[in-house]
Nanobody, 123 residues
Framework: VQLQASGGGLVRTGDSLRLSCKAS????????MGWFRQGPGQEREFVAT????????NYANSVKGRFTISRDNAKNTVYLQMNSLKPEDTAVYYC?????????????????WGQGTQVTVSS
């Protein structure tokens, strides 16, 4: 089972990026999916989660209104659209598959993790 995150890069303040995370080895259409991030010298933190059908989402306050999580179960892929990026969004972004159809904000709610993709936002 593998979660392959992609789409990171170096952008400027106010720019947008779209991260993708494709699962292989099994389907996660019955599982929540989430994004977490870890900035330099920081703990990994929750960013967003989406329920198994895509109808229920939850976001960290720091990204609410700027980031949008979505999923395409036919493609076994979850996305994170990031708009109005700020330097404090600089981090390695990880996708994760939840243990249940709906998962929370804790790392322990997820049992499969991708390798991470670097997002760097310059001021």
């Amino acid at each position: 089972v593998q979660l392959q995150a992609s789409g990171g890069g170096l952008v400027r303040t106010g720019d947008s990026l779209r991260l993708s995370c494709k699962a292989s080895g099994r389907t996660f259409s019955n599982n929540a999916m989430g994004w977490f991030r870890q900035g330099p010298g920081q703990e990994r933190e929750f960013v967003a989660t989406i329920g198994w059908r895509g109808g229920r989402t939850n976001y960290a306050n720091s990204v609410k209104g700027r980031f949008t999580i979505s999923r395409d179960n036919a493609k076994n892929t979850v996305y994170l659209q990031m708009n109005s990026l700020k330097p404090e969004d600089t981090a390695v972004y990880y996708c994760a598959a939840g243990r249940r159809p709906f998962s929370g904000n804790y790392s322990s709610d997820y049992n499969y993790w991708g390798q991470g993709t670097q997002v760097t936002v310059s001021s």
